[in-house]
């Protein structure tokens, strides 16, 4: 299967700051990527799929302005809260895809706003 | 879009006993219905898929069985360890967009 890699793997930022996690592709270059968040003990919501080289498709309720994301390369993609608040704490998890069905899921970061 | 519903949400079983956990899906253009085993804090681990032209699948202990006419799909584990004990998510997929379930904690007693 595929190696994806995420970094942070844990960060704490001040209410109001931005925070940029990484997610790369380590042996397959991936013109698409994913990105999810998950409350503790809830399931993972799809925030947005990203595609490299053009924006990304978020899904609903989700805020462009405040979830950026950036896939510049086929190998990374980015994700920036911004101004982020104490109920953006959350685990983001990225994940690729392969062939026509397969995901495969980044160790996720865990995002701790105080 | 589509909608994954998933039941239990917490199942406790004796080791040595089978699990069953169920779910259904809204979008009969789904296709594809892969299964999670996540750890406490750690990635979604695949562990067993189906695909929509196929009825039931299994990989030793695990199995998974799809009725596409009642889009309901379901994960059998016998002879249950406690290493299984996880939280597991169902999914349902049309293309490469996922769709999860709300997730079962699974607890396997010694």
């Known amino acids: 299967g595929a190696v994806v890699s995420q970094h942070p793997s844990w960060v704490i930022c001040k209410s109001g700051t931005s925070v940029k996690i990484e997610c790369r592709s380590l042996?397959?270059?991936?013109?698409?990527m994913f990105w999810y968040r998950q409350f503790p003990k809830q399931s993972l919501m799809l925030m947005a799929t990203?595609?490299?080289?053009?924006?990304?498709?978020?899904e609903q309720g989700v805020e462009k302005d405040k979830f950026l994301i950036n896939h510049a390369s086929l190998t990374l993609s980015t994700l920036t809260v911004t101004s982020a608040h104490p109920e953006d704490s959350s685990f983001y998890i990225c994940s690729e895809a392969q062939g026509s069905h397969e995901q495969y899921f980044g160790p996720g970061t865990r995002l701790t706003v105080t | 879009g589509e909608n994954v519903e998933q039941h239990p949400s917490t199942l406790s079983v004796q080791e040595g006993d089978s699990a069953v956990i169920k779910c259904t899906y809204s979008d009969s253009a789904s296709n594809y219905f892969p299964w999670y085993k996540q750890e406490l804090g750690k990635r979604p681990q695949l562990i067993i898929d189906i695909r929509s032209n196929v009825g039931e699948k299994k990989d030793q202990r695990i199995a998974v069985t799809l009725n596409k006419t009642a889009k309901h799909f379901s994960l059998h584990i016998t002879e249950t360890q406690p290493e299984d004990s996880a939280v597991y998510f169902c999914?349902?997929?049309?293309?490469?967009?996922?769709?999860f379930g709300t997730g079962t904690s699974l607890t396997v007693i010694p």
């Open positions: 999914a349902a997929s049309k293309g490469n967009q996922f769709y």
């Open positions: 990203s595609n490299e080289g053009s924006k990304a498709t978020y």
């Open positions: 042996d397959f270059q991936a013109t698409t």
